[in-house]
Nanobody, 119 residues
Framework: QVQLVESGGGLVQAGGSLRLACTVSKNIADINEIGWYRQAPGKQREWVARISRGGSPMYEESKKGRFTISRDNAKNTVYLQMNRLKAEDTAVYFC?????????????WGQGTQVTVSA
């Protein structure tokens, strides 16, 4: 089992920045991918970014240039730096971990952290 705890959400004005953190209960060097998703009220959960075990980041196209995902293996933490925030970035942000073991995929989710961007 893998536990994920998100932190860093809050209320910020449009144009501002926030850094979210996802702290993982095990060595993240052993986890294939860790990513961020978000879910706005009344909308489906959408993928934001992910980072591989090797450190390669990937972003949903519209987040490129504003969001940066990074990892600190020593702290077992993955970060999402969000800049130039917009009202439409308001959502609950979830951390996600994907681990493959013996051809099985295991997916874990955190509880989420609320991000509210005021216009």
């Amino acid at each position: 089992q893998v536990q994920l705890v998100e932190s860093g959400g809050g209320l910020v004005q449009a144009g501002g920045s926030l850094r979210l953190a996802c702290t993982v209960s095990k060595n993240i060097a052993d986890i294939n991918e860790i990513g961020w998703y978000r879910q706005a009220p009344g909308k489906q959960r959408e993928w934001v970014a992910r980072i591989s075990r090797g450190g390669s980041p990937m972003y949903e196209e519209s987040k490129k240039g504003r969001f940066t995902i990074s990892r600190d293996n020593a702290k077992n933490t993955v970060y999402l730096q969000m800049n130039r925030l917009k009202a439409e970035d308001t959502a609950v942000y979830f951390c996600n971990a994907v681990q493959w073991y013996r051809s099985q995929e295991y997916v874990y989710w955190g509880q989420g952290t609320q991000v509210t961007v005021s216009a």
